[in-house]
């Protein structure tokens, strides 16, 4: 039989009831977790599920005290955490990515990782800046593969700059040369955040440096499957299969988790002509394709 997640029934049901918001809506969270000891993996659960559970509590942040992780996490980390859902109430889109990150993801990302860092209780305090890097880059992934839902709900998390450099915008859902370029400029600014962030998997215990790794080359692969569509965030949303996760999970556990991470620094001459032609061959597909479609039928 089970051991009860808490003696307190009420508080083992709420536990249990973490677990399963995070195995719903935050796999790689969940995965990840399952790497840690019994106790650090519900504390992963319960700050996952107060994150998710965000828009329904960010009039009432007093109701979070009695569940901070009783590890060390800063209830300052809350208050910046909960002014920035505040934000959501009132602001649709960003003008820059600095004012992106310094003025929202600061509180709904970086944060994140500052809550995470006393569970998985890392060996320096260096920690701390890859652990910020990790919620930053992890956030941006979702803005990127979620471009069209949040249109849905009226936001734009893209930064209005880098939109009209471009001249693009995301409410036509069009996927054009425009389009793919500056998506391409995101995602290479996303792929940094996980360089700045990769260091960090070896200031934490055996346990959390596995956890991380598992979540971070998980989450990063979104960034691939974006690419592979094209750039296309409009048709639905891009999921790591789930036997794609289980050779990330087992090859973390055969190998450590050190191996497999992107590089730290700024990408290989290599990498950046990658990305180049990546850019003119997308280029190049979408003036064929314009210039074989049939004119329309008048």
Partial sequence: MARPLHPDPRLAAGYARCAELTRAHG?????????????????????????????DIVDEPERVDPAVPGRGTDPECFDR?????????????????????????????????????????????????????????????????DVGEDLDRGRVYLPQEDLARYGVDPAERRVTPAWRSMMAEQV???????????????????????????????????LDLVEAADYDVFSGRHRVRPRTKVAILADVLVRGPRRGLPPSGPPSPRASR????????????SACRSACRPPART
């Fill in 188 to 222: 290479e600014r996303n792929r940094a955040l996980y360089r700045q962030a990769a260091p960090g998997v070896a200031m934490l215990p055996p346990p959390g440096a596995r956890c991380v790794a598992t979540a971070l080359r998980m989450y990063a692969r979104i």
């Fill in 27 to 55: 796999t790689t969270y969940y995965w990840g977790a399952r790497l840690l000891p019994r106790e650090q993996r519900i504390d992963v659960y319960t700050v996952y599920a107060l994150c998710r559970l965000a828009d």
């Fill in 274 to 285: 990658r990305s180049w032609r990546s850019t003119i061959v997308s280029y190049f597909r």
């Fill in 81 to 145: 955490f909960f002014r920035a859902m505040e934000l959501d109430l009132t602001r649709t889109t960003w003008a820059t990515w600095e004012e992106l990150r310094d003025g929202y993801m600061e509180g709904s990302a970086a944060v994140i990782g500052e809550m995470m860092l006393p569970v998985l209780q890392p060996l320096t305090p260096a920690a701390k800046e890859p652990a910020r890097a990790l919620g930053h880059a992890f956030q941006l992934t979702n803005f990127l593969r």
